[in-house]
């Protein structure tokens, strides 16, 4: 498959679901690529890109940046508190805001630079033990307080198990980002992102189907 092809499938989920052409923005996932595949994404003109590793991010994207700087990063993967501070000079957005203890060093890392990545929560709709992720029944009283910390929420994030209907866990998601009043729903990856648009996703999470299969992990 190739990005125009995603992009194409993307802009027909957004026309069967009724909603505005380009409201979804595709994250390129380019975690574990080479960055010659990388390069031929960036010089097709698509801007927006996911990396689930502080240092890996750290070694790849100021080199590209210096040759394309409108480019947007977003952290995708778990941030450690003692990572933070690279994260939020690294990245434009993190979707990994997922316990109190993280939302306190982000909030004392915004005070100290004036400023803060864009922020989602991340929401384990399965349960699951191994899984990073706020619980659903406690995704009200987290969001109450990020907001508290005047952290900039945009919305959720979850990545539903493997073995379950994903759709169950995107209206899910999007029921508990409408009863927050908050408009941003990352949801979606290679394998489900039409579903999830039909469910609101803002933003859909797309690699191997762009780059091709990771070369390692």
């Known amino acids: 498959m190739s990005l125009s092809e995603i992009s194409a499938r993307i802009s027909a989920a957004e026309e069967k679901a009724s909603r505005p052409t380009g409201c979804v923005k595709l994250i390129a996932v380019s975690k574990v690529q080479p960055n010659e595949r990388v390069e031929a994404v960036l010089?097709?003109?698509?801007?927006?890109y996911g990396e689930n590793r502080v240092q890996e991010a750290a070694g790849k994207w100021p080199g590209f940046r210096e040759t394309f700087s409108d480019v947007?990063?977003?952290?995708?993967?778990?941030?450690?508190?003692?990572?933070a501070k690279q994260a939020v000079e690294l990245f434009d957005t993190i979707h990994s805001l997922d316990r109190p203890k993280l939302a306190r060093k982000l909030a004392d890392l915004a005070q100290e630079r004036g400023s803060c990545p864009d922020l989602f929560i991340q929401v384990n709709t399965g349960a699951e033990p191994q899984k990073a992720g706020i619980l659903p029944q406690d995704t009200d009283a987290f969001v109450a307080?990020?907001?508290?910390?005047?952290?900039?929420?945009?919305?959720?994030m979850s990545i539903p198990p493997v073995d379950e209907e994903p759709s169950l866990h995107f209206a899910l998601l999007a029921k508990l980002a409408a009863r927050n009043d908050l408009q941003g729903l990352s949801?979606?990856?290679?394998?489900?992102?039409?579903?999830?648009?039909?469910?609101?996703?803002?933003?859909?999470?797309?690699?191997?189907?762009?780059?091709?299969?990771?070369v390692s992990t």
């Open 43 to 48: 010089q097709q003109g698509h801007r927006i």
């Open 187 to 214: 949801m979606g990856m290679s394998g489900d992102f039409e579903s999830a648009i039909a469910l609101g996703a803002t933003h859909v999470r797309v690699g191997s189907a762009i780059f091709g299969q990771r």
């Open 145 to 156: 307080e990020c907001r508290a910390l005047q952290l900039p929420v945009l919305g959720l």
């Open 72 to 83: 947007g990063l977003h952290l995708l993967g778990p941030l450690q508190t003692n990572k």
